[in-house]
């Protein structure tokens, strides 16, 4: 009875500290939701999908397309604007395509036939950095990384907590 107690306290304690300590995931969105990577309805399709969508660096973009139909190509700003499809960045022709965004402005068209006349194209602007929340303007290069800093006030309250859980689950657990 008193190592059930014992352990039951102990899967407590580590449930309590995992819910204080502070985690970032990255967000992964599905470009065009249901309706995938395709030629879209509307040439607005995919700029109404990213509206209201604050994209960060280390967020995934799943383009769901089936192979030979459709294909996913990184380009620069110009060439988004003119669907200019002979010298992509990086391109992709197997679906679906995961692509990790990194912070800036980011630019993708399909490059088969005249997908991308006819709106298949997508411009995620404006990506934050991770860990500032803050948007790179255009044409502004991101800024490095800041250096490590000290510990904050709310993670070592949370370090602290998670200390002071565990030591009273072990003293728990050697009583009995």
């Not at 992964?28 to 309706?35: C, F, L, M, P, S």
């Not at 700029?47 to 969508?53: E, P, Q």
């Not at 298949?120 to 990384?145: C, E, F, H, M, R």
Request: hydrophobic letters at 45%; aromatic letters at 8%.
């Amino acid at each position: 009875m008193a190592s059930t107690m014992n352990v039951t306290l102990l899967v407590v304690a580590l449930i309590a500290a995992a819910t204080v300590l502070p985690g970032t995931q990255a967000a992964e969105y599905v470009v065009g939701d249901a309706t995938g990577w395709t030629i879209p309805s509307s040439a607005n399709f995919y700029s109404d999908w990213a509206t209201g969508k604050n994209f960060s660096a280390g967020d995934i973009l799943v383009f769901n397309f089936a192979p030979n139909v459709h294909d996913v190509a990184t380009v620069n700003e110009t060439a988004f604007g003119a669907c200019e499809k002979s010298n992509p960045l990086s391109i992709t022709s197997t679906g679906p395509a995961n692509i990790t965004l990194t912070s800036g402005n980011h630019y993708f068209i399909c490059t088969i036939g005249q997908h991308c006349a006819g709106g298949q194209k997508l411009a995620v602007i404006n990506v934050t950095a991770a860990s500032s929340g803050t948007p790179t303007p255009p044409g502004v290069p991101s800024p490095p990384p800041p250096p490590p800093s000290a510990p904050s006030s709310a993670s070592s309250l949370a370090a602290t907590f998670s200390f002071i859980l565990m030591t009273i689950a072990s003293t728990i657990f050697c009583l009995f």
